[in-house]
């Protein structure tokens, strides 16, 4: 089995997971957990096997769950949150939140997408899908004290989950290695055979005498 091959089986498995969570959300009486882990599915297949094969998980993903459950809310946050969240996670793999520094880039950019995203989900919802959707936001929204309460929420349940989702994706990463080209490996392997390099600076006793090296004699 080439390494194309074994990516491609690892992004169809990513897919079947990703399906399988898509059909937890559209078949139980769930909240969005299941979303937010069929976008970790997302994010493995954009890293075992490829960006594109990704955005192929993705789109199997949100057609399947179409036809699972239809145009409901939940579906219109696969599409527009949690999805594109799950690819969005693979440029942001570097800004771990265990250093000060990115930890706050991270946060920054999280916040600001979700903040987004809940937005569109809103503005689509209120005012192009006004029928048919199984909610109707506007009474839900001001159940919970209108719009900006709501943003407050999802940024307040969101953003540590996104810290979860960051060492999440450090564990299982770990766990599951990337598979290498043949080209790719007999390069690794001949970096791992080459010998240090001697470090040719002088060395000095405590006396301020230089000490000689046996390749010096």
């Known amino acids: 089995m080439n390494v194309q091959t074994k990516k491609l089986t690892t992004a169809a498995v990513c897919t079947a997971l990703a399906v399988i969570m898509c059909a937890f ?28 094969y990704g955005l192929l998980c993705a789109a199997a993903s949100i057609g399947l769950m179409f036809l699972m459950s239809g145009l409901t809310v939940k579906w219109l946050m696969f599409v527009l949150i949690f999805a594109p969240y799950g690819v969005l996670t693979v440029f942001l793999e570097k800004l ?4 000060v520094k990115t930890a706050a880039i991270r946060a920054v950019i999280i916040i600001a ?16 899908l ?28 969101l953003v540590p989950l996104d810290f979860i989702f960051c060492a999440l994706s450090i564990t299982v ?15 690794k392997k001949k970096n791992e055979q080459k010998p240090e390099e001697k470090n040719n600076e002088p060395e000095y006793d405590i006396f301020g005498y230089e000490i000689k090296r046996d390749d010096d004699k």
């Open 173 to 187: 990463l770990k766990k599951i290695p990337a598979r290498l080209s043949k080209t790719e490996m007999l390069k």
């Open 96 to 99: 771990s939140y265990f250093k």
């Open 25 to 52: 959300t559209a078949y139980l009486p769930l909240s969005f957990m299941p979303l937010y882990l069929a976008a970790f599915c997302i994010f493995l297949a954009c890293k075992r096997g490829s960006v594109a």
């Open 130 to 157: 006004t029928v048919g959707l199984d909610i109707n936001i506007n009474v839900w929204v001001s159940k919970v004290g209108g719009y900006a309460v709501l943003a407050v929420i999802a940024t307040v349940v």
């Open 113 to 128: 997408f979700f903040n987004l995203t809940v937005g569109v989900v809103y503005l689509i919802a209120t005012n192009v």
